[in-house]
């Protein structure tokens, strides 16, 4: 007699990946509004030459749109996690990627890989076929 396959439930890892990423979009979205503040009020920018407050005003535009894109990738990394799912998986990947682009995240970067590779972690997403 053959045993009814076991409920899916969500691991740790998973759910401690998941809470990360949720945090690290909380923190590019602390970080956009900050350059946001910065350009509004001029927070680093000498008041020399008006080309240097547009360049400024362009680089910071470019940064806050990054940070929110990267934002955006973890958030839907954190709920894909919660939810078991394959694009979540795949999110939370593209989300490490995007971690190692500092110096903090690639310590995370290297354990989202590590963990996410692992037969345990990945049967999360990708179970077994009978």
């Known amino acids: 007699a ?4 076991a409920a899916r439930g969500r691991s740790t890892t998973v759910t401690v990946f998941a809470l990360l990423n949720f945090l690290f979009a909380v923190w590019m979205l602390l970080a956009a509004l900050l350059f946001v503040g910065a350009l509004v009020y001029g927070i680093g920018f000498s008041g020399d030459p008006l080309e240097e407050k547009i360049g400024g005003g362009i680089v910071g535009a470019v940064l806050i749109l990054v940070l929110l894109c990267f934002a955006l990738v973890h958030l839907v990394a954190g709920i894909g ?13 593209v989300g490490a990627v995007v971690e190692s682009c500092s110096c903090l995240g690639v310590a995370y970067t290297t354990l989202a890989f590590v963990f ?3 037969d345990d972690f990945k049967s999360q997403f990708f179970p077994p076929r009978p």
Request: proline fraction near 5%.
């Open 2 to 5: 053959m045993m009814e396959p």
């Open 81 to 93: 996690l919660l939810r078991l799912s394959r694009w979540g998986y795949y999110a939370h990947l």
């Open 116 to 118: 996410a590779l692992q």
